[in-house]
């Protein structure tokens, strides 16, 4: 009888299945995921300050915010879209369903390949979005382990949750649900304004943090504008662990119901 | 040592619950409604074996391939694949195996030659010699010019034999297919089975569904006649058309309605059995070529006009139709 595969193998396998796909539709992947928020750049970060509507000094706290815009809804579609496409009529999923793994990996392999996607497109969009806004007094790349590591949580929290909208939102509701979820999870992420803005608002103020993207643009502020003032740091990592744990088991289980009839 | 059955189903039993509970309709008294998919299923198959599941479709046949090949979940009862439990050692068992679904499901994202080199890379074959092998299938399937093609410009018949170059490429000991012909050609078909024979002349073992009676008549070594998720009978194609009672079928055409001939019929000496169905006389007969001639002649005798003669031997169907009332397809 064969030996077993070993499992890491085979997770690597499967990751490099997603990568090569990945890698292939890259143009479309950035141009769906960060054309919005760097339009979102050329208005607010170039066009009103130099019509004199919006402060100089707003570029600083919207770049972070854009960039937490970008990896989230990246991780989020990186994932959620493909789980769509693979559990639809035809299960294209069933070929790595069936790779000698547990499914509990195979769902795992989803989420890390929606984080490296999602660290590609912040990449991508730091520098164009810094290009478009030009010098920005208070930014600053001196912090680049934190920024990694904002961006590794970030992408996190964002790929489990497309984890368990792909599985678990019957697909003719998907197009309304990422209207009702996605639309405001920016609009109130605090990606536009700085979370301690809200001060006057006490009630929307504690009311935006069930959202993961306030806590992910509050540690790109801490980590790109750590001069300004930004939420605490042990709040946003146990934030953002809380909510990614929380996220993978409502969304592994969706994922394990899909599979396994 | 005695190798353990290639499979085996111990009283094995699945209920669907549909809608699945939690998605009713709020205020809806009625609790889900129960569908029994399958209902203490035995099976027992040989390593090596060519085995058939027949049924008419809803019989239970693609939900115990499901079990066996860890995707669907046994409500109750306990199945085995080479001797291992797919719910307790579900990774062992997708190890063994290779499945070709009812409805060709490659990766459409990838090319037809990549969809072979990363299935055999998820099971840990390198990639050299995943090539290699996956180039060799292509070959054999008759599709190695359409390696770098997209899945979807393939024709039906092409992806499903890409399914089957998959399911082969990790070499399984076991290979389980999901009526494996549905919605082929003719040829197409003739030259599947030539695949699979070869496939099980190498020594492996093969489960197929089908609800073509032909195909597991001619390919089966045996045959499980499944329906609505039961066992009916299990044996060599060839015992179990022996089983098929009352001989010969022969139907009779007849002009304007077959109800008087019954009784005329059943009086023949020879016919086991007679029916109508409208201008359709249907006669069950040891001896159908002496009964025939003589049974027109009588008919013509009395004015009737025979318009259309149709034999159809001891088979499969008649089996089925015995043992269930009802056609298979």
Redesign the interface.
Known sequence: M?A???AT??FL??L??DL??AR?EIVSFLVRTTLQPLLFVVVFGYLLPRMGFVQAGYGAALLPGILGISLALSSLQAVAL?MMADFGW???I?????????IRLIAAEKVVAGVIQGFVAALFVLPVARLIMGPIEALSFAHAGTLLGITLLGSLAFSTLGLWMGTGIPPQQIGLMFSMIVAPMIFFGCAYYPWQGLTPLPVVKYAVLVNPLVFVAEGMRGALTPGLPHMPWPLIVLALLVMSAVLWTVGYRSFARR??? | MVAPPAIETRALRKV?RTPPPGMLPRGKAAGPVEIVALDALDLQVRAGEFFGLLGPNGAGKTTTL?IL?????ATSGAAFVAGVDVVTD???V??R?G?V?Q????????TVL??LV??A????IPRPDATRKALALLESIGIADRGGAKVDQLSGGQQQRLMIA?ALIHDPEILFLDEPTVGLDPQARLDLWDLLRGMHREGRTIVMTTHYMEEADRLCERVAIVDRGRLLACDTPRALKSRAPGGTLIELTLEGDAAQAVEQARGHPGVLQAEAQGSVLSVYAERPGEVLAQLIRRLEGSGRIVHDIHLAPPSLETLFISLTGRKLV
């Open positions: 064969r077993p595969v070993p193998r085979v396998a499967l490099a299945r090569r796909v292939r493909p035809t299960r294209e069933e070929d790595r369903l069936l790779a000698p793994v547990p599979a396994i009839s | 669907y499901g090949t860890t995707r669907v979940k579900d990774v062992a997708k190890q195996i499945v679904p409805r060709p499901n490659a990766d459409r994202s990838l990549e969809n990363f299935h890379a998820y099971f840990g998959r």
